[in-house]
């Protein structure tokens, strides 16, 4: 009977295994029934899949340029050409190219800048809730230091001191973003370090680092990809405000920002110069936005 009993009886590892794939069968559901979620979904969809392809979606080269052609109103207006959908700016250039192009430029700064921030915060926010003591104390003094400066003007002081450039504004607005992570992963740690799981692995002999990387980090996951996706938005947002200021990512790139600071002195005569660019940071940070926040319910077990 005991025999029956033992092989009757699922492994413990099976158990976890199944839990997690029930929980993440609910994430997904609860995701799917959501029209937001799914809107969300298919605008970055839109915008990710331009952005890989660009060489390949785009009708011109962005950077070509003919004054015979400046200002081309978009192909529903009056004098409208169907060769450039969205029309061309004050020397010529498509639009629709320069859009398509600048979607790259922000995913990469958007995604790259949370990379950087992600890895210094959590590593920070680890040690700060699991090691706790001086430790705890001098980088959560450097957090509350940093948090106090204006994260947009830290910035603007950085990248005029580097210059501007791609690699430039991606490590300033990921060196200056990731105080978020730190407090919200300690925070987490300290809840978690007391727990019985946590005691069990110290009652084997785990040591710090596995207790870290294997017990607790794991359990910070939904936070950390929440944040995450929204800080994407926000680092798209800075880069965009960058830009407009004039010291984004140089000339080399075509990017939203710069296309919204270069179209503003023609507004009145070419309202689409600043208008579709954008449209276009607009619809790209609310579907982040709306996919971060309805994951963040999806990931939730006390939200029906």
Not at 11 to 21: E, H
Not at 229 to 239: G, H, R, S
Not at 292 to 300: E, F
């Amino acid at each position: 009977m005991a025999m029956a009993i033992g092989t009757l009886a699922p492994p413990m590892g099976a158990a976890a295994g199944s839990a997690r794939a029930a929980e993440r069968s609910r994430v997904w559901r609860k995701l799917a029934r959501n029209p937001a979620a799914i809107g969300g979904c298919l605008i970055l969809l839109v915008v990710v899949g331009a952005a890989i392809f660009a060489p390949y979606v785009a009708p011109h080269e962005p950077t070509r340029q003919s004054l015979i052609r400046r200002f081309t109103p978009p192909v529903w207006t009056a004098g409208g050409k169907a060769t450039y959908v969205l029309g061309t700016d004050q020397v010529g250039r498509d639009i629709l190219s320069r859009m398509i192009h600048g979607a790259r430029v922000s995913l990469m700064v958007g995604v790259a800048a949370v990379l950087v921030s992600l890895t210094v915060g959590v590593t920070l926010g680890l040690m700060s809730g699991f090691l706790q003591g001086r430790v705890d104390t001098v980088i959560m003094t450097v957090v509350d230091v940093t948090l106090s400066f204006p994260q947009l003007l830290l910035a603007l002081a950085f990248v005029a001191a580097l210059g501007p450039s791609l690699l430039t504004i991606i490590v300033v607005l990921g060196l200056t973003g990731w105080e978020r992570y730190t407090r919200v992963v300690r925070a987490e740690v300290l809840a978690l370090r007391e727990k019985d799981f946590v005691e069990a692995a110290r009652a084997i002999g785990a040591s710090s680092t596995r207790t870290l990387l294997r017990h607790l980090l794991p359990n910070t996951f939904s936070s950390i990809i929440v944040m995450s996706t929204l800080q994407v938005a926000q680092a798209i947002l800075q880069e965009a405000a960058l830009s407009f200021l004039g010291v984004g990512t140089g000339s080399a790139y075509p990017t939203w920002g710069q296309m919204i600071a270069l179209g503003r002195d023609f507004v009145t005569v070419a309202w689409w110069l600043p208008t579709f660019p954008g449209l276009a940071i607009l619809l790209t940070v609310l579907a982040i936005n709306l996919v971060g926040d309805r994951l963040r319910d999806a990931l939730d077990p006390r939200v029906g």
